[in-house]
């Protein structure tokens, strides 16, 4: 067993009457990558706002290295600090050029020397291939390289996870491979990795466990082959079928 990075119990989360998660046990390791799919509507946006401390929950504990987030008395900006955080849209600001937004985050957050932030903005936006494109503009940018700039502004906090909720569902085909590419890339370096998507070839490659959510629930999980090969509940079955076919 590897060090626990994340991990939450009997995780509950609820909007006036209407119950979005009902029950989550949830835990990844240092390295892995695991995938969430799931019918929209099933919570699974909920839970990354959660896991990532976007907001709390209703009912249950979040545990970061071991500890109980909301009962620690630990400084929870300095945490999200620790978990990036990769949207369906990057929300870059428009008058900064794509160095100019990565490296925001270690200046303002980490409190990095302007030249210290800038050398960390560049080693991630190489990561994530666009060196070249540094010193353009959001504008400038295709919507695929946008997205690289968001991961870009993740991988500069030095995080000890990144989640990724559907980044690539606002792209075309080419430019969503852009992306899927270098999360690839990024798994194999051995970043920590949480993903909301519905690209099951990325998640076939890469991941080390798949969660299906539904109703607000995990009901069930495995590694890649298991689960898309041979679903065990009628409403994965169901689901796989309808997202690839012949399942």
């Known amino acids: ?9 009997g995780l509950k989360k609820r909007y ?12 990844i390791e240092r390295g892995q990558t695991k995938v969430i ?12 706002r959660l896991m990532g401390l976007l907001e709390p929950p209703t009912e249950g504990k979040i545990y970061f290295e071991g500890k109980d987030v909301y009962n620690s008395g630990l400084d929870l900006n300095m945490l999200r600090a620790k978990i990036g955080f990769v949207f369906q849209e990057p929300s870059l600001f428009r008058h900064l050029t794509a160095l100019g937004n990565v490296k925001l985050g270690p200046k303002v957050v980490l409190k990095m020397k302007d030249d210290e932030a800038e ?23 295709s919507g695929g390289q946008q997205q690289r700039v968001g991961i870009a502004r993740a991988l500069a906090m030095d995080p000890d996870i990144i989640l990724f909720d ?7 085909i080419e430019l969503t491979w ?10 194999r370096r051995g ?34 082959e298991e689960l898309l090969k041979n679903p065990k509940t009628p409403r994965a079955r169901e689901f796989l079928r309808r997202l690839i076919g012949g399942v």
Not at 16 to 27: P, T, Y
Not at 178 to 187: G, N, P, R, S, T
């Open 166 to 172: 559907e980044p690539t569902a606002s792209l075309d």
């Open 16 to 27: 006036g009457d209407l119950w979005v998660l009902k029950g989550i046990d949830f835990e």
């Open 191 to 224: 970043v920590t990795m949480l993903v909301v998507t519905h690209e099951l070839g990325f998640a076939k490659e890469v991941a080390d466990e798949i969660l299906f959510m539904d109703d607000g629930r995990i009901i069930e999980s495995g590694p890649p």
């Open 119 to 141: 050398r960390k903005a560049m080693e991630a936006l190489k990561t994530v291939k666009l060196e070249e494109w540094a010193h353009h503009y959001p504008a400038q940018l």
């Open 178 to 187: 852009e992306v899927i590419d270098v999360m690839k890339d990024l798994a």
């Open 1 to 9: 067993m590897g060090e626990v990075v994340l991990a939450c119990e």
């Open 37 to 48: 799919i799931g019918p929209s509507g099933s919570g699974k946006s909920t839970f990354l």
